[in-house]
């Protein structure tokens, strides 16, 4: 199902980095929460909100003029929830190396038009890799 997967592609500017050159990393997140955000619009037809960001690693600094790939996929889906991962990679457009910049996972509900929860499309994984996946948000989810 294509519609589980979203990706964002941006560049940055000066105005995005701290005083080493770096981009912040809640500009990072911001991304990464928009594009979970778009994936799960795509996926469920209804608005959607932020409920939880967990697990979110900078694996690599950013540089200002670096193109960034964020990618989401839908490793989980609930009632009214979705579970997003989210990863970051970063190209250095001069020489068109790339690498894992950050990465992360989301929680996202879809509301109605009152803001209440709304109920989406349910799916369930095929692939041993999205079993994976589906199984360690279910073991997250007992533990509380």
Request: aromatic content about 6%; overall charge positive; charged content about 25%.
């Amino acid at each position: 199902m294509e519609n589980r997967k979203a990706e964002l592609i941006e560049t940055l500017l000066p105005k995005d980095t701290n005083s080493y050159g770096n981009i912040f990393g809640g500009v990072i997140m911001s991304i990464m929460d928009k594009t979970a955000g778009v994936v799960c619009w795509r996926y469920s037809r209804k608005r959607v909100v932020t409920a939880c960001a967990q697990r979110i690693t900078f694996h690599t600094p950013i540089n200002v003029g670096e193109v960034i790939y964020s990618r989401a996929t839908i490793i989980h889906v609930g009632r009214s929830s979705m579970e997003v991962e989210v990863v970051v990679e970063a190209e250095n457009v001069t020489d068109g190396a790339k690498r894992l910049a950050a990465s992360g996972v989301f929680t996202m509900v879809a509301v109605d038009e009152n803001w209440h929860p709304a109920p989406v499309p349910q799916w369930q994984p095929v692939t041993e890799a999205e079993l994976e996946k589906w199984r360690e948000v279910e073991k997250r989810r007992k533990k509380g």
